[in-house]
Nanobody, 120 residues
Framework: QVHLVESGGGLVQAGGSLRLSCAAS????????MGWSRQAPGKQRELVAA???????NYADSVKGRFTISRNNAKNTVYLHMNNLKPEDTGVYYC??????????????WGKGTSVTVSS
């Protein structure tokens, strides 16, 4: 069983910063890509950022230059540093990871989400 647990969401004023964390856990897991997606009220979930095991990153155009994704492979943890936050960044942020276990091939797992609210 693989579990992803996010933390770090909250309420912040426009222009402020937040750091989200997501820790993956499970028995004998191997993690490939990790990433963050978000879902604003009334909208579809969208990819925000992704990172490979070697550190190659990919960002949505709307967050380039403001958000930074990073990971600590030893801790099975991925981070999202969010700067210069805007009201349109409001939403529930979900962590995802592509994980293989001793008994299962690579599959995508999701956390339950952490809420980010940016006030104007």
């Amino acid at each position: 069983q693989v579990h992803l647990v996010e933390s770090g969401g909250g309420l912040v004023q426009a222009g402020g910063s937040l750091r989200l964390s997501c820790a993956a856990s499970g028995s004998s897991i191997t993690i490939d890509n990790m990433g963050w997606s978000r879902q604003a009220p009334g909208k579809q979930r969208e990819l925000v950022a992704a990172i490979s095991p070697g550190g190659t990153t990919n960002y949505a155009d709307s967050v380039k230059g403001r958000f930074t994704i990073s990971r600590n492979n030893a801790k099975n943890t991925v981070y999202l540093h969010m700067n210069n936050l805007k009201p349109e960044d409001t939403g529930v942020y979900y962590c995802n990871a592509t994980v293989a276990t001793m008994h299962a091939p690579y599959s995508i797992y999701w956390g339950k989400g952490t809420s980010v609210t940016v006030s104007s």
